[in-house]
């Protein structure tokens, strides 16, 4: 039902973080992507910032590409930043924004995520949006708390009209590079819930935005996902520099009946 009125396209993405030389991308890239998949799946690989330019051409064979983060600002004294321009100009479709482990890393990134979102979606770029709760906030059941804060902070305040450029990943962060997934019941719940928080802020316009899974998929789940009707697609890490892996998490979502 959900499918009808929602973006329509399921969205597999790898987030290879940083793994993989330069050298060694285009071969993985082909490897990762080499079957047919349906009109219904968009498949996106989002590498380090470093291999973009190797990979500026994956849009002719049916790939999107995407990067990991991108600075708030279009340009300036930035040392060591990238902006979305940048990235817009190597052929980039996505930025992923608000990553669980950027988060950690930057003590300020929680403050940058909103200005970030606003000017990837301005200079072009759809925006893969990532929220998730720690173990603690789950173990003491506030993760819908939680993930309603990240959005009203990250979200609330865009105008409803970019919303067909954004996609969220709900990421939780125990389940991050655990090979603990959440449990299809956990995944449909966060899934109704951001769905339904993102209703009451914008109302229908909302319906465009996808919402995907991340945390731990793999070949050996990503049929359970695939059976989630409000699973949009999958936000992949490990599992995406692992070919046979990767390839039979598109094919989950390839069979997917809607
Ligand atoms: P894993 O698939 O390795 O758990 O990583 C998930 C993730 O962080 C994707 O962005």
Redo the contacts with the bound molecule.
Sequence with gaps: MIHSDLKSRDLIAA?W?MNVLPSESQSLAFSLCDLAWSENIEVLICPPFTHLFALRDLRKDGICLGAQDCHEALKGPYTGEVSALMLKDLNCDYV?LG???RRRMNPHEDQNIHSKIKTAMASGLNVIY?CGESLDIRIANAEKDFIHRQLKKDLFELEADVLDKLTI?Y?PIW????GKHATPEQIKEMHLFIRSALKSQFGLQSNVVRIIY?????AANSDMLASIQEVQGV??????LIPDEFKSIINSFNQRKN
């Design positions: 987030n973080k992923i990553h669980s482990e990532c990943a990421e389940a991050i590079g655990t991340g945390g731990s998929v793999n936000l992949v890490g490990g599992a995406s």
